[in-house]
């Protein structure tokens, strides 16, 4: 195990950011891309314990502004073309280029990945895009269609009233959300039994970050990436992508599963009994579809269980 601070050249000046890489293999090197924008890598303990036992060699990175990194307070450096450049910066200090490096991206990490492999595609081996559309306006018209009318109806009044005075911090909006959200389409299980990874990532989620990107609200995007859509642009990625859904996602599986269409030499994996984290509520079929897809990538001569290294 080994931790690293990589130094990021940025517009407003030079900052660091955290990474540690567990496992080693030289042709299977896997880079975490986590969510928010502002979570942190700490709920990829569990997924990444379980690939390095695999053979993986696994690095877990927190991007500028979360948790581990440094976090500066400038909000002109929470900009996607920024944070590509970043991706670019991290995977030249720790020397990963088309004969090993994997990049894998949940959530907003799944859309970095997306940008980072249509303008840098050329270093990739392969990409993992978990539990991500390829469309805001898609993914907000389907929260709006399609998740809304399941909550609530009465919890929901209340969620959308909260957010139309801002009133993002009053108890009931997490509260409600938690209740008739969450635990329903963010990880299926109930509130007190989360795992510990998780909680302690969400208590550490920077809000400057996330907020100006996303938007507050948790049903829906309304900041700076509001108006992304990549869809018709997937078909210029050129190397083999694996694109996760699962059935009970905030993100539509659907339009998951066709993304992987367009994408040339794209796959699917579907998570039935998943959520948006569906590598803690449904890993009998995530890690396995993920362990197929990295091994027949990088050759299951090089990624093989701990029993027959």
Not at 91 to 105: H, K, M, N, Q, S
Not at 119 to 129: A, Q, T, W
Not at 162 to 184: I, Q
Request: hydrophobic share 40%; aromatic share 10%.
């Amino acid at each position: 195990m080994t931790e690293r601070r990589i130094p990021i050249s940025t517009p407003s000046g030079e900052f660091t950011v955290w990474t540690r890489t567990v496992g080693e293999n030289p042709r299977c090197r896997l880079l975490l891309l986590h969510g928010g924008p502002g979570a942190t890598h700490e709920y990829f303990e569990g997924l990444g314990e379980a690939l390095a036992a695999a053979g993986i060699e696994v690095i877990y990175y927190d991007q500028l502004g979360s948790f581990m990194s440094d976090q500066p307070e400038d909000d002109s450096l929470w900009d996607l073309e920024r944070f590509i450049d970043e991706v670019e910066q991290v995977r030249v200090a720790l020397g990963l280029d088309r004969d090993d490096f994997f990049l894998y991206g949940h959530s907003w990490g799944g859309l970095l990945g997306i940008e980072y492999a249509l303008r840098h595609g050329e270093h990739l081996k392969g990409l993992v895009v978990s539990n991500m559309m390829s469309s805001i306006p898609e993914y907000n018209r389907y929260a709006r269609d399609v998740i809304m009318p399941t909550i609530d109806q009465e919890a929901l009044a209340r969620i959308q009233e909260l957010e139309a005075t801002g009133d993002f911090a009053h108890p009931d909006y997490e509260a409600l959300l938690m209740e008739h959200h969450y635990v329903w389409r963010v990880l299926r299980a109930p509130a007190e039994q989360w795992p510990e990874p998780v909680v302690r990532s969400f208590a550490h989620l920077n809000a400057q970050v996330y907020v100006p990107m996303q938007g507050p609200s948790e049903l829906g995007a309304s900041g700076a990436l509001v108006e992304w859509d990549r869809f018709d642009d997937l078909a210029q990625i050129s190397v083999p992508t694996l694109v996760i859904g699962a059935e009970h996602d905030t993100m539509d599986p659907e339009h998951m599963q066709a993304m992987a269409e367009q994408i040339p030499d794209g796959r699917h994996l579907h998570c039935p009994d998943g959520a948006h984290m569906a590598m803690w509520d449904d890993p009998e079929h995530y890690l396995s579809g993920l362990l197929a897809f990295l091994m027949d990538v990088a050759g299951s001569e090089d990624v093989a269980g701990p029993a027959s290294r």
